[in-house]
């Protein structure tokens, strides 16, 4: 069985960083693209970029290209999204989710979601 | 980036009832449009992929149909498990897009 278990919720303060983790369980993510979405309070699902662990290479969305930073450990079968420059608005529900073993383009997979908040 | 715009924001519906969703793309996508449903505090879950393909383990009420920049998720016997949110997602591009959802609720 495929899980994704992502690291607990966080607190960050307005301008540091914070850095997620999501560990899969039940497949190689070698074989696969992994995805980051995020969800603010109240709001819509938008999707923030992926990463394919075998080489590293990364797309993003527009509006997150300075915003988040995605990365892979293929030893421990982990992904990572790094944010940074924390913001108010930066407050969300993050997901990782990661798509049917044979077909890249639609999710089959999804972590539980980490809830970052920002605050001072 | 294509720009996928959900109608209504909110649908109020007796259980029984039949809906239908929908989805526009901002330019022609095929059936490259997928939908998920979203229940309070969970993560999403796929409903139908490519516009009208069903998922194994989703209820037969649930089908897509559309092709192009129009699409729509048809729930026959609207039942109460299905009060939740529902969003479209493209993947014809590299940089997928989610759309702004549509709320099921009990009317």
């Known amino acids: 069985e495929v899980q994704l278990q992502q690291s607990g919720a966080e607190l960050g303060k307005p301008g540091t960083s914070v850095k997620l983790s999501c560990k899969v369980s039940?497949?190689?993510?070698?074989?696969?693209?992994m995805h980051w979405v995020n969800q603010r309070p109240g709001k819509g699902l938008e999707w923030i970029g992926r990463?394919?662990?075998?080489?590293?290479?990364?797309i993003y969305a527009e509006k997150f290209k300075s915003k988040a930073t995605l990365t892979a450990d293929t030893s421990s079968n982990t992904a990572y999204m790094q944010l940074s420059q924390l913001k108010s608005d930066d407050t969300a529900i993050y997901f990782c989710?990661?798509?049917?073993?044979?077909?890249?383009?639609?999710?089959?997979?999804w972590g539980q979601g980490t809830l970052v908040t920002v605050s001072s | 980036n294509i720009v996928l715009t959900q109608s209504p924001a909110t649908l109020s519906v007796t259980p029984g009832e039949s809906v239908s969703l929908s989805c526009r793309a901002s330019?022609?996508?095929?059936?490259?449009i997928h939908w998920y449903q979203q229940k309070s505090n969970e993560s999403p879950r796929l409903l139908i992929k490519?516009?009208?393909q069903s998922i194994s383990g989703i209820p037969s009420r649930f089908s897509g149909s559309g092709s192009g920049t129009d699409f729509t998720l048809s729930i026959n016997r609207v039942e109460s498990e299905d009060f939740s949110i529902y969003y479209c997602q493209q993947s014809y591009s590299s940089l997928f897009t989610f759309g702004s959802g549509t709320k099921l609720e009990i009317k």
């Open positions: 330019q022609s996508i095929s059936t490259s």
């Open positions: 490519y516009a009208s």
């Open positions: 039940g497949y190689n993510i070698r074989n696969t693209y």
């Open positions: 989710a990661m798509p049917s073993n044979w077909d890249p383009n639609w999710f089959a997979y």
């Open positions: 990463i394919d662990p075998a080489n590293g290479n990364t």
